[in-house]
Structures are given as structure tokens and as C-alpha cells.
């Protein structure tokens, strides 16, 4: 085992999990506030608008962020020349992607129901310029395993939000406050991360070396295409079957559950996918580090899931209000399967482009695209419950084919997956009987917060009947305890 390389792995995954902390404490606090001063149908457009420079920003970084993460440089000269062609490229890409919006404005809004709002789509099309001087930045931090910086960075960004979005929100009482504040946000995380950043942008490019990175990169280009898809594509349809007012509780709800799963997700994704890298040539390490950090996402995940699908109403309630309440089970459902396709679906991903095979998950990604357009196509003609109910069950799909691709392409033991899966998900189904038991009781506030204290201390007691996992408890206690005694002194 390369202890330099655990070293590494966990105090990255420290500081990515501070970064996380801090800006998912901050996220749905302003988002709270946001839900309450505009209307739903703003959130709807800004979702739509976003769906398209989301779509626009997988080309501009083409899957060069990937590559520069994945690839194994020969010497520091080599990646130099690299990182700078990548960068270049993001920027003539991003400007020229930017110029054909403006363009083709007038029938893109059309197509995507924003006609009328033809400026807004522009301006906030701006930030695909932005994201090309962040995005290369991110990904030298990311290769070197350093997020202490991006953890500065993400502390100073948090104050945005509070300091431009919500008082133009207060102020406009448009969606013209979320263009602006995302724009902001945007070009604070580029001039922060450049200014911070040791490497700068030199006049140099080569065709030759562009061809090389292409090799990979267009097919992490494509599994980005179709992730998008996946992501967004049933929202180009919702536009079109339902109303600008179940757009915003589609995407909205989808959008909370995520910023709760993205406290981990984002804390360990990253962090996994450059540890895997560094072991692609050595399968037993390789497998361990994923099997470790499927483990410590099942314990953290799963509890979560079944809390937010019991306790939905709260969760709704107190995000965002009582004007969202149509999306309660929405909420608690996707907030389930979100736990389960974690570790499954999101680190399927990450060793498919670990090992130099994004095909792979470019594949996994048209299986799941096969099925959810029909899907969604059909149960939108049904109606909201409908539609919801059933692109949740779609990614139990996506779940299969990614367990089939590590097993059949990796050869990566799936029983061993799912067994540092179950006592996470063991211990998520004895919390889960207790919270029914107790929230039949009563249905005061105070006591269903009472409710969610019993629970988690069940779910702990639950996992600490398990050796392995009682000694991991013991050692993060440990842990935190000498940081505690180090600081002291």
C-alpha cells in the first residue's frame, strides 16, 4: 500500500469536505431566503436559461479538466505545454460558443420557451467566458491533490450570494438578480483561483499536442454531452409539455436534494477520481481505494436518504416554503435514490475516466437516455406526480448498467460493493422503522425534530454494533481528538 498516496487521499478529502461544509451550509441558507422572495416561475426561467449555457460550458472545457486530472505527465515541461493549449482552447471555444448564442438567440429562445427574454439568455451566457479562466485552474489544484486552496477560494465566494443576489433579489424581484449573482460568483472564483494560482497563461500552442489530448477528450467531451442530457434533457421536454410553474418545482426540488448529497459527493468525487488516477496500473490498490470510499459515502449517504424521505415535509418546509409544498414527495424520493446512485452511479464514472475509458461511461449514459426521453415524454402527458414517480425509478436503470461495466470491464467484484454497502443501508432501514414508530405519535414540530435527534443517534448506535465500523468510529474520534489536543497546545 503507497502510504504517501492515503496521505494525500485524506487530507484532500479533508479539506474538499470543508469546502462542501462550508459552501452547503451557505447554499441552502440563501436559497431559503431566495424561494421566499421570488416566485417559483423565476426559478423556472433561470433553470431553462441555465440549461442551455450548461449545455454550451461542455464544450467549452471539451473534457481537458479530465484529462489534465487523469493523465500521467512525463515531466513538469510536458504538462506545462499541455495545461496551456487546454486553456487557450477553453477560451476560443467559450467566446466562440458565446458569439452563436448571440447570434441564434431569437430561435434558441424559441426552441427553449425563454421568447421574451432574449437579453437575459445573453447576459447570462457570459459566464461560459468566465468558467474558461476557472476551470483549467481547478484542475491543476485538483491534479496536485491541493484543496486547502480551493477551500480558501469557496470561503470567499460564499459571501456573494448575500452580498449581490439577494438584495438585487429584494431590490429587482426578477430573475435578473440569479443572472447577476451567478455572473458575479463566476468571475470572483476565476480572479480568485488566477491571482492564488502559481501558473499563468503563456503564448504557446500546438496543433500536435491538441491532437493528443483530443484522443481522450473527445470521448470525456461526449460522456459530458450525454450526462447533460441526462441532466437536462427531460427539462427541454417538461418545458414544452408542462407549465414555466412545474418546470421550477421540477428542477428546484431536484436541485435541494442535490446541494444536501453534494456535502459528500463533492467532498469525495473529486478527490476519488485523482486518487484513482495515481492507481490505474495497480488493480488491488485501485479497487481498495474505491471500495473505501464507496463504504464511507454509503454511511454518510444513506441515512441521509431515508431521513430526507421521511422527514420531507420538514425538509421542504424549511428550504423552501410553504409555496413548494406540491413537491414533498418529489423531494423525499429523488433524496432516497440520490443516496443510492452515489456511490454506484457518480464513482462508475469516475473509474471508467480513471482508467482511461470515458467511452464507457459515454455508453452508460445512452442506456440511460434510451429509456428516460420515452419516460419522461409520456408520463408528462400524465402529470406532475407521474412524471416525478417515474424519473425517479429511471436511475435504478443507470445503477445496473454502471455495476455491469465495472464488473464486465474492470473486473471489479460487485458483491464486495454492495456488501461495504450493507450495514450503512442495514442501519438506514432500522432508523427508518424507528421514525415511523415514533412520528405516528404526533405531529407537532417540536416533536419531529425530536424525532430527528432519536433517529440519528439510533442510526450511530445501529453502526456501532458492527466491529469495523465501531473501530473506524473509535479512530475518527481519535483523530479528531489530536487535532483538537494539537491546536491546544
Not at 470567499?156 to 443576489?165: E, K, N, Q, S
Request: net charge positive; aromatic share 12%; hydrophobic share 55%.
Amino acid at each position: 500500500m503507497d502510504n504517501k498516496i492515503y496521505s494525500k487521499v485524506g487530507n484532500a478529502t479533508k479539506w474538499s469536505a470543508f469546502t462542501e461544509i462550508m459552501s452547503k451550509i451557505v447554499t441552502p441558507l440563501s436559497n431559503m431566503i431566495l424561494a421566499r422572495i421570488l416566485a417559483p416561475e423565476a426559478f423556472g426561467l433561470v433553470a431553462t436559461i441555465t440549461m442551455i449555457t450548461s449545455f454550451a460550458d461542455v464544450f467549452t472545457d471539451a473534457g481537458f479538466q479530465k484529462y489534465i486530472i487523469q493523465h500521467q505527465f512525463w515531466n513538469e515541461d510536458e504538462k506545462e505545454k499541455n495545461i496551456t493549449v487546454a486553456f487557450w482552447t477553453n477560451l476560443f471555444v467559450s467566446l466562440f460558443i458565446w458569439l452563436l448564442i448571440i447570434v441564434f438567440i431569437k430561435p434558441l429562445s424559441l426552441m427553449v420557451g425563454t421568447a421574451g427574454n432574449e437579453t437575459g439568455v445573453i447576459v447570462a451566457s457570459f459566464v461560459l467566458v468566465l468558467t474558461a479562466f476557472s476551470s483549467i485552474q481547478m484542475a491543476i489544484y485538483k491534479s496536485m491533490f491541493d484543496f486547502k486552496t480551493l477551500f480558501i477560494v469557496k470561503c470567499i465566494l460564499i459571501t456573494v450570494p448575500f452580498l449581490v443576489t439577494i438584495p438585487l433579489a429584494l431590490l429587482l424581484r426578477s430573475y435578473w438578480a440569479l443572472i447577476i449573482g451567478n455572473l458575479v460568483l463566476n468571475f470572483a472564483n476565476a480572479l480568485v483561483l488566477t491571482v492564488k494560482s502559481t501558473w499563468r497563461p503563456r503564448f504557446f500552442y500546438s496543433i500536435s499536442i491538441l491532437k493528443e489530448m483530443l484522443s481522450f477528450s473527445l470521448w470525456s467531451l461526449m460522456d459530458n454531452i450525454l450526462n447533460w442530457l441526462t441532466a437536462w434533457g427531460d427539462m427541454f421536454i417538461i418545458g414544452i409539455m408542462l407549465s414555466g410553474y412545474y418546470v421550477g418545482l421540477y428542477k428546484t426540488s431536484m436541485n435541494t436534494v442535490n446541494s444536501i448529497m453534494a456535502i459528500v459527493t463533492g467532498a469525495t468525487t473529486s478527490v476519488l477520481l485523482t486518487a484513482l488516477s495515481k492507481l490505474q496500473n495497480d488493480k488491488q490498490e485501485f479497487d481498495t481505494m474505491l471500495f473505501k470510499f464507496q463504504h464511507l459515502t454509503s454511511m454518510l449517504l444513506f441515512p441521509v436518504g431515508v431521513g430526507v424521505f421521511l422527514f420531507r415535509d420538514v425538509v421542504t418546509g424549511i428550504l423552501l416554503g410553504d409555496q413548494w409544498v406540491e413537491a414533498e414527495l418529489f423531494i423525499g424520493m429523488w433524496g432516497v435514490m440520490s443516496a443510492i446512485a452515489v456511490p454506484i452511479n457518480t464513482y462508475g464514472t469516475c473509474v471508467c475516466v480513471a482508467k482511461g475509458k470515458p467511452k464507457l461511461s459515454a455508453l452508460a449514459q445512452v442506456a440511460q437516455i434510451a429509456v428516460l426521453f420515452p419516460v419522461v415524454y409520456f408520463t408528462s402527458t400524465l402529470g406532475f406526480q407521474a412524471l416525478y414517480i417515474s424519473r425517479t425509478l429511471i436511475r435504478l436503470e443507470g445503477m445496473l448498467v454502471f455495476l455491469l461495466i465495472m464488473r464486465l470491464c474492470f473486473k471489479i467484484s460487485v458483491m464486495d460493493m454492495l456488501r461495504e454497502m450493507s450495514v450503512p443501508l442495514f442501519c438506514s432501514l432500522i432508523m427508518a422503522g424507528v421514525a415511523l414508530l415514533l412520528r405516528s405519535l404526533s405531529t407537532s414540530f417540536i416533536w419531529t425534530i425530536a424525532c430527528i435527534l432519536i433517529c440519528m443517534v439510533t442510526y450511530f448506535a445501529s453502526v456501532a454494533l458492527f466491529p469495523r465500523e465501531r473501530a473506524e468510529m473509535k479512530q475518527y474520534a481519535r483523530l479528531i481528538k489530536n487535532k483538537i489536543r494539537r491546536k491546544g497546545t
